[in-house]
Nanobody, 128 residues
């Protein structure tokens, strides 16, 4: 069974850091483009960061310079390192995986509609 599981969320003070993990079972993340999305109460889901199969990366302007996405191929895990957290980063964070659209697909995908598989989400709360 294909499954994505996020972990690492929690409560942190403004300026603090968290590292989110996205682990997979039933398939290898190395073969998929991965995206991190977030949804705050009353708001639409928005893209935060994504990484292609060959580790090209994208960041939303709101997190650029503060968040870093990376892969650990040996652990079949994708991370989102979040530094300099702000109250407006408070949201449920989801990771998503997209199977290759064609042989040799090395794109990253910023739209949530592009993704096939989703995790259940992990809550991040930034508050003093």
């Amino acid at each position: 069974q294909v499954q994505l599981v996020e972990s690492g969320g929690g409560l942190v003070q403004p300026g603090g850091s968290l590292r989110l993990s996205c682990a997979a079972s039933g398939f290898t993340l190395n073969s998929y483009a991965i995206g991190w999305f977030r949804q705050a109460p009353g708001k639409e889901r928005e893209g935060v960061s994504c990484i292609s199969r060959n580790s090209s990366t994208y960041y939303a302007d709101s997190v650029k310079g503060r968040f870093t996405i990376s892969r650990d191929r040996s652990k079949n895990t994708v991370y989102l390192q979040m530094n300099g957290l702000k109250p407006e980063d408070t949201a449920v964070y989801y990771c998503a995986a997209r199977s290759p659209a064609y042989f040799g697909d090395e794109n990253y995908y910023t739209s949530s509609s592009a993704y096939n598989y989703w995790g259940q989400g992990t809550q991040v709360t930034v508050s003093s």
